[in-house]
């Protein structure tokens, strides 16, 4: 009788390069939801491409318009999977609404060694790691893993990714809902 609540917004964050994007559109796929990548979405919203917003705006910029663009969107409970940028949850104004207030929120979680490898070619469009040397790559990203790690916590699910295809993360997920 009574039908299982749906699932209407379903949040994925995790740090760079752990599948948010690819695994988002899939999950969208196959619950039949819009899905929206929040990046995308500041990008066409400012009409400004992500390193030139934190190279002509500064990042503290940046955080307030990606705290402001999810707040829309998780206030206007417009069906959605939604994928996050690998800081979203972790700034004050955003770690409430999101990780204490919306229902569905999992945690892509990936070794310091997986994403060192693919961020390793991926960097150069990331503001975060753009300057890095490729030998300083890991250090950074086990060092930012350790702060941000207490705030992709608190997600309501942790999906470990490793060694995991696209498929099988976003059935994993739609399990869980
Ligand atoms: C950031 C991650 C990026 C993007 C911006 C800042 C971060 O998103 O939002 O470059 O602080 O980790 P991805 O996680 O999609 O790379």
């Not at 990714?161 to 498929?167: A, M, Q, R, T």
């Amino acid at each position: 009788i009574f039908a299982k609540k749906a699932a209407l917004q379903i949040v994925l964050i995790g740090y760079m390069g752990s599948g948010k994007s690819v695994v988002g559109k899939a999950l969208a796929d196959r619950l039949e939801l819009p899905f929206l990548d929040l990046d995308d979405h500041i990008e066409e919203e400012l009409g400004m491409s992500i390193p030139d917003i934190f190279r002509k705006k500064g990042e503290i910029f940046f955080r307030k318009k990606e705290h402001e663009y999810l707040k829309e969107i998780l206030l206007s409970k417009d069906k959605v999977v939604l994928s996050t940028g690998g800081g979203t949850p972790c700034y004050s104004g955003n770690t409430d609404l999101l990780l204490d207030k919306t229902p569905n929120v999992f945690y892509l979680q990936l070794s310091v060694a997986s994403l060192t490898a693919r961020l390793a070619d991926e960097k150069d469009h990331r503001p975060m790691i753009s300057h890095l040397k490729p030998e300083e790559l890991q250090e950074y990203i086990g060092k930012h893993l350790f702060e941000r790690r207490p705030y992709y916590s608190r997600a309501n699910h942790t999906i470990s990714c490793e060694g995991k295809s696209v498929d099988e993360i976003a059935a994993e997920i739609a399990a869980k809902l």
